[in-house]
Structure formats: structure tokens, C-alpha cells
């Protein structure tokens, strides 16, 4: 099982990235996915989360800027990020919950959000 996350970078504070995040190794449209995130000093939270069939939830600092998204037949999930703020910079990292008893995780992606 591999995820291979992409699409981090230098923004400006009001801009907008879009994270992708592909699966390898699963039968992708059957399981939920979600990301996270980790600042410098501070615990990984969670940003979001979508189920097999489409339900999305968010944490709160995102809500209402982010969206998650999934593409069944790429086996990939993406995260758009609007009205970016500086306390949004750090590791953002997809996750593959409780596939055969265990999480999975993407390598990580920088996204940094300058004021």
C-alpha cells in the first residue's frame, strides 16, 4: 500500500492550493480517506475527511475554506484549499484509516502560506 501526496508549495496569504494525494495497493472507492495536518511545535490534527460515498467533514479552523474531494477512478483524493491564512502552513499528509487493522500515510507535502 503506498500514498503518494503532491501539490504543496509557497502561497501567498488569500491564495489557493490544491493537494492531490494517489493510492496504490487498495481497492480505493471502498474506503475513506482523509488529511491531515502537522504545524511546526504542534500535535497532527485532523483538516478533513470523506467516505466512500461522499460524506465530508472538516475541522473547524478549515471549514468553509477547504474542500475534499475524491476521484474513484484515479484512486486519488484532493484537498482545495482557498482563502489560505499563515496558520495553515505546515505538513499536510493524507491518510488511509484502518485498512487491515492499520493507517496508512503519505509522505507529507509543505505547504507554506506567507502573510
Known amino acids: 500500500v503506498q500514498l503518494q501526496a503532491s501539490g504543496g508549495g509557497l502561497v501567498q496569504a488569500g491564495g489557493s492550493l490544491r493537494l492531490s494525494c494517489t493510492t496504490f495497493?487498495?481497492?480505493?472507492?471502498?474506503?475513506?480517506m482523509a488529511w491531515y495536518r502537522q504545524a511546526p511545535g504542534k500535535q497532527r490534527e485532523v483538516v478533513a475527511r470523506?467516505?466512500?460515498?461522499?460524506?465530508?467533514n472538516y475541522g473547524d479552523s478549515v471549514k468553509g475554506r477547504f474542500t475534499i474531494s475524491r476521484d474513484n477512478a484515479k484512486n486519488t483524493v484532493y484537498l482545495q484549499m482557498n482563502s489560505l491564512l499563515p496558520e495553515d502552513t505546515a505538513v499536510y499528509y493524507c491518510?488511509?484509516?484502518?485498512?487491515?487493522?492499520?493507517?496508512?500515510w503519505g509522505q507529507g507535502t509543505l505547504v507554506t502560506v506567507s502573510s
Open positions: 491518510q488511509l484509516p484502518d485498512w487491515r487493522s492499520r493507517d496508512y
Open positions: 495497493g487498495i481497492v480505493f472507492r471502498i474506503n475513506t
Open positions: 470523506i467516505t466512500s460515498g461522499g460524506n465530508t
